[in-house]
Each structure stands twice: as structure tokens, then as C-alpha cells.
């Protein structure tokens, strides 16, 4: 949590895990998978970055390293009933979703066996089946598409949450408000899950926003709303599951503001010109993942030996992920217009073909 007394969020988990030698191998077990879950990210990234300098990966990129505890800490709290919509910065999502290594990254390379077949690529990662409802590149595009979720679901009578993960740009955009205000008027189980990795591209948050409390816009709209420290996958986890119950029952929308950091540029175009180096370096001492393994070995919960056992086989499997993309295929020209829509419902070569 932040040091801000009026911060959300059991301290619960922190306190057990702290003690966890003593709580039996279930807290362990549990730590160990929330350490896995940020590496298993992390390494996908960094090679992703490698793929993307070779030429294998096109397109844009946009890396989340530095921000795991989010969306790891956050997906805890949610079951596979639930919705997820993210941005183009998803892949972390992806992965915690519980979306295989290897689908994803024949996404990445556009690959028909890619979890979007190919079509969506590393902003649109897209998968039905686990409810992961992208990979939205429009800033704030998500907002109102998980209300629209989140309102299906109540229609239907489907007892779920939708959580939509946003940057801190996305508080600026229009939409967000719209999306707000609906949400509290009608009372719909969205979480609002905001990332504030203080930039919008080059953009310092109070540059472009006059108030810059994000939990204090929520709260206009009536929507309960704190602030946590998002480089605490701990904090993270125990803050969404609180909100996320009062959600489930039914007592409308909640808000949360994770303070996070993202350490690598915007995209892999950007000089990064609008921040020191220092200010960079600062946030490092606080790695996420860095700080969780530091926090595992010195309560015993692990070894060293367990530490290297796990990097180990998340490296195997990005090695088998890549491996898989690479042997994947390229969807045929022929299909190139297959779900594109026309006014007239058919593809325009369709369409001629008939004509
Ligand atoms: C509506 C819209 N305006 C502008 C852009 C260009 N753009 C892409 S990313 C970005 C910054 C968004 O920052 P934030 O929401 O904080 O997310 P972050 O990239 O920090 O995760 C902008 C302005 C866009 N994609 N969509």
C-alpha cells in the first residue's frame, strides 16, 4: 500500500506470507507462483525485445517490464469467469491470464497459431476463450467496452467482474469519464484497475493533468477508490480482492490506482528524452520481481537453488515458445480479406466475384 492512511486493501496476505515458514507450504506454494508468474513475463519480454531488434517480431512493441505486480498481483483476485480488458501494453495480462507462452508469442509474430491468429499482433491480443478481451491500441478505448461487458453480464445474470486495466493517459480521455459515470449510475461490476507509470508516452502526468490524485476522479463519480503501491505484488493482490468481493456482491464499481513504473521506453521507438536517467535508476531499487525473490529468500521460503530451478524453466519455456512461433505458418493472401467487413456483409472480392 501506499503510505497514504486512507489507502484500501487487507494487509492480510502480506502479514501471512511474511510469516510464511510458519503458515506451512500453501503460503510458499502461493509465493512461489506469484514469483514465477512476474518472471515467466519478464523473460518473455526481454526475449521479445531480442526478437523484435532481429527483425522477427514487427510492428509495435510495448514492453511492461518494471509493472508485473499488477497484473499478476491483480488476476489473483479474479476467476475464469471473469472479463479482462487491457491496453496495447497487454502482454503481462496475457501471460497472468493464464494465456499459453507459446500462443502468445506466435501472436507476437503474427502467426496463424497465434492466440488472435496472427490478426491482432502484440497491441491486440485477443482470446475469447479466457474471457481476455485485448489489446485495445485507442487510449481509454477499453473503458467502455468492459461497461458494456460488465452491463452484459448483469443482463444475463452472470455473477462475474470485469476488470479493465488502463493507463494513466486514459484518465485524461473523455471516455473514461462516460465510462465512470455510467458504470456508478447503474451500478455495474467493473473494476477500474488504472496503471499510473507516471507518462503518457512523453507526457509527465502533472503536465497534462490538473489533478493528479486519479483515486480522487473516481470518488467524484461516488465510486469507491484508493491508491496502492503497484511494485508490492502482495499489496496488489490483497487491495484488488478486497474491492473485487465488494464488486462481486453487487455494490457497483470500483476504482484502484496502482503506482507503478514502467523502466523500459514507451515503445521500441522512443529516446526516452523526457526523463533522467536517475529518476529511471530510482525506481529500479524497486524491481518488482527483484524485490519479491529478495522477500521469499530472506523469510526462507526459498533457496537459492529454488530461484535457479525457476529461472531454469521459465527459460525453457520461452525457448519452446519461440520455437513454436517460429515453426508456425503465415495465414495464405487468399484469406486476407476473411472477416473483413463491408457495408454489404461479404468481402469485396467476394462480392465481385459474384458480380
Ligand atoms: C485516443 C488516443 N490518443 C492518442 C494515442 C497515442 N498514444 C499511444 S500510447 C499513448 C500514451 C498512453 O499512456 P497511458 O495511458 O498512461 O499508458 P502507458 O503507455 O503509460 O501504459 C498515447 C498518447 C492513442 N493511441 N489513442
Redesign the pocket.
Known sequence: MTDSSDTIGSPAAPAVLDSGAAEGPAWRDHGVHLLREMVRIRRFEEKCAELYSAGSIRGFL?LYIG?EAVAVGAMQALGREDGIVA???EHGHALARGIAMDRLMAEMFGKREGCSRGRGGSMHVFDAQSRFYGGN?????GLPIAVGLALADRMRRRPCVTACF??????A?GEFHESLNLAALWKLPVLFLC???L???G?RLDRAQSQVDLAAKARSYLIPADAVDGMDVLAVEAATRQVADAVRRGEGPAFLEFRTY?FRA??MFDAELYREKAEVETWKKRDPVKAFTARLLERSLVTDGDITALEASVSDEVGLAVQFAEQGTWEPVEDLLKDVYTPGGRPPAAAAGEA
Open positions: 510495448h509493472e491496453t496495447y501494453r491500441a485507442i487510449v481509454g478505448g488502463f493507463g494513466d493517459g486514459a484518465v480521455e496503471e499510473n507509470n507518462y503518457a508516452m507526457t514502467r514507451h515503445s
